[in-house]
């Protein structure tokens, strides 16, 4: 997927783990969601009426319908979020710098901080 954002820069999506693409659970939508993990998934699996395969797959199904996708444009900061039509929504940052990085969860694998796994600095909180 790309998105041309407003600025004339392209948001490529055709990876995983994208440090400028989000899942944004509603606040609505958040504990319904919370609600059927638990009944949906861990008490079936808890009384041996579910396989942990299908435990893995029906959790990420629940956690997937209720999110909605967003991309920020890492030249300008615009955000776009999907809407409830499936149209995305684009927002404008606030001030100068403008945050680009606000989707991001960790470091780069090249930038200070960055753990050797990729994964989160413990230090850096
Ligand atoms: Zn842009």
Do not use: N
Not at 38 to 61: F, N
Not at 108 to 119: L, Q, R, S, V, Y
């Amino acid at each position: 997927m790309k998105i041309g954002c407003h600025c004339g820069a392209l948001i490529v999506d055709q990876a995983d783990d994208l440090p400028h693409k989000g899942h944004l659970i509603p606040d609505q939508e958040w504990f319904a969601t919370c609600d059927a993990i638990d009944g949906a998934v861990i008490d079936p699996v808890a009384a041996g009426r579910m396989d942990k395969e299908a435990a893995y797959h029906l959790a990420r199904r629940i956690i997937s319908r209720s999110a909605r996708l967003m991309w920020q444009c890492r030249a300008c900061g615009r955000l776009y979020i999907d809407g409830l039509d499936g149209q995305l929504r684009c927002f404008v940052p606030q001030g100068e710098p403008a945050d680009r990085e606000v989707l991001r969860s960790r470091p780069g694998p090249a930038e200070p901080g960055a753990a050797a796994d990729g994964g989160r600095d413990p230090g850096s909180s």
